[in-house]
Each structure stands twice: as C-alpha cells, then as structure tokens.
C-alpha cells in the first residue's frame, strides 16, 4: 500500500492510506536496524510504502515498512566454512585443555 505520513508518535507514525483509512507503523517496524527516533526516518506528508500486517478487530490497521525491505543475507552456519570449524576444534581442544589444567591444580592445593 501507498500512503502519507499523518502524524508521527514516540511509538511510531499513522499513514493515510490513499483509498482512505488510517493505519500505524510502530517504531519496531520502521526499518531493519534499530530506530531511536521516529522523526529520524519519517516526516510529516512524507509518501511512503508499507505493507498492511494485520487488521484487528476494531478496524485498527497494522503497517510495516521493514517487510518490504530487502531480507539480510546471512552467512550459513556449520559446515559451510571450513576454516570456521578448523578455528571452532583448535579453540574446543585448547578450552579443554586449559580446563584439565585448572583441575590439577585444583586438586593439588587441596592435598
């Protein structure tokens, strides 16, 4: 949906949806990264596009800039980097080995 930014709130901005209601984007759904201040991203009459999220039972609209933007490409976990995993076993075998050491020392301040 297209609309204008009628006002904006703390907790976010109501739209006018150009064929008529009035719908909100909370702060939450501005923009993928963190948003201090609304006024930082939205201005008054500013044309805007979001994407309707939900409609509730008393009329009231939910809207969302941040579901129309680009999904962030993240890197694949296990197994998709190997020098990932040979970093992840040296740090698992010296871990275990400053544990083993620990204990022995340990154990020979209580004898």
Same mark, same amino acid.
């Given at each position: 949906?297209?609309?204008?930014?009628?006002?904006?709130?703390?907790? =976010? +901005?109501?739209?006018?949806?150009?064929?008529?209601?009035? =719908?909100?984007? %909370?702060?939450? @759904?501005?923009?993928? !990264?963190?948003?201090?201040?609304?006024? $930082? %991203?939205?201005?008054? !009459? $500013?044309?805007?596009?979001?994407?309707?999220?939900?409609?509730?039972?008393? =009329?009231?609209?939910?809207?969302?800039?941040? +579901?129309?933007?680009?999904?962030?490409?993240?890197?694949?976990?296990?197994?998709?980097?190997?020098?990932?995993? @040979?970093?992840?076993?040296?740090?698992?075998? @010296?871990?275990?080995?400053? @544990?083993?050491?620990?204990?022995? +020392?340990?154990?020979?301040?209580?004898?």
């Amino acid at each position: 949906m297209e609309g204008t930014v009628q006002r904006i709130t703390p907790y =976010g +901005a109501f739209i006018q949806i150009d064929d008529g209601p009035v =719908g909100l984007i %909370h702060v939450s @759904q501005i923009d993928r !990264n963190y948003v201090r201040e609304v006024r $930082d %991203h939205l201005r008054e !009459n $500013d044309r805007v596009q979001a994407k309707v999220v939900s409609i509730k039972d008393d =009329g009231k609209i939910d809207l969302s800039i941040k +579901a129309l933007q680009e999904p962030e490409r993240r890197p694949l976990r296990r197994g998709s980097d190997p020098e990932f995993e @040979q970093k992840l076993r040296r740090f698992m075998r @010296q871990s275990e080995e400053r @544990q083993v050491d620990y204990r022995r +020392a340990i154990d020979h301040k209580r004898r």
